[in-house]
């Protein structure tokens, strides 16, 4: 039991300063009875903190029809998805009556008095980009889980573009941009083709007007990016390329929603 907390622990990150307190606090909520409330976003670390509480007990969703038969049969109970459980009094009954020890789990932070009234502790996880401490160590330990994950080895300079990571779903968001970066890296020029025509291909199903010149993006935006970030200063954009100045400026102007200038 011992190691399965420590594996919960350490795949909790937390750097930022609402998330150490929430770490704390489930650390001394693992040898007390308390009914436990941990809400916020997807993928902001409720399952994992749950874990860190309760490592050995199963995971029930507040949907399942199955629901009441866990309360009966376990002394230790995790419930995802409170807010989906159609009788919420009927559920706190049954609680009590068997004395099920309880951590909660439900998405957003909208849980009424109600259930306020029956968790003793209320934990909230916010979403990322308010703890942005926590973004580095993450990409880090993401960043190792790719690299096992695709048996590949990173070179020596590389650094993860944090400027471009994705974390509108939190960590969900933040682990597929950072698997992205890493994959990028092993990549070659039949797999960018291939993956392309993929795209494509399904693009082509939804659009049926000027597929053209709509994806010509896939190919200009990446390489005056790339341009921009290599040679520092359109002119030498323009010589490297072989276009003259005011082809490139239009071309940087005609996709500038999607350009880092």
């Not at 706190?92 to 957003?108: D, N, P, R």
């Not at 950072?178 to 083709?193: R, S, T």
């Not at 490297?240 to 490139?248: E, I, K, P, S």
């Amino acid at each position: 039991m011992a190691a399965v907390q420590d594996v919960a622990a350490i795949n909790f990150i937390a750097a930022s300063k609402p998330l150490k307190e929430a770490l704390k606090s489930a650390n001394l909520l693992k040898s007390l009875k308390f009914n436990t409330l941990i809400s916020g976003d997807i993928g902001t670390g409720r399952h994992t903190l749950a874990r860190v509480i309760m490592p050995d007990a199963p995971i029930v969703k507040g949907e399942d029809p199955e629901l009441y038969t866990y309360i009966e049969n376990h002394s230790q109970l995790i419930v995802d998805g409170i807010e989906n459980i159609e009788l919420i009094s009927k559920f706190f009954q049954s609680v009590q009556k068997y004395e099920t020890h309880i951590v909660a789990i439900s998405t957003g932070n909208n849980i009424g008095a109600e259930y306020q009234s029956f968790f003793s502790v209320s934990i909230v996880l916010p979403p990322l980009h308010e703890r942005p401490e926590d973004i580095k160590p993450l990409s880090e330990k993401f960043l190792q889980e790719a690299c096992q994950l695709f048996g590949c080895s990173l070179p020596e300079k590389f650094d993860l573009d944090i400027e471009h990571l994705d974390i509108s779903k939190n960590a969900f968001s933040l682990r597929k941009s950072v698997y992205l970066q890493c994959l990028a890296l092993q990549v070659g020029f039949n797999d960018i083709l291939n993956l392309n025509e993929i795209y494509l291909l399904r693009k082509m199903e939804e659009e049926k007007e000027n597929i053209y010149k709509n994806e010509l993006l896939l190919f200009e935006v990446p390489l005056i990016r790339a341009g921009m970030k290599k040679f520092k200063s359109q002119l030498k954009m323009s010589q490297a390329f072989g276009l003259n100045r005011n082809t490139l400026r239009k071309k940087i102007n005609e996709w500038k929603d999607y350009i880092d200038d």
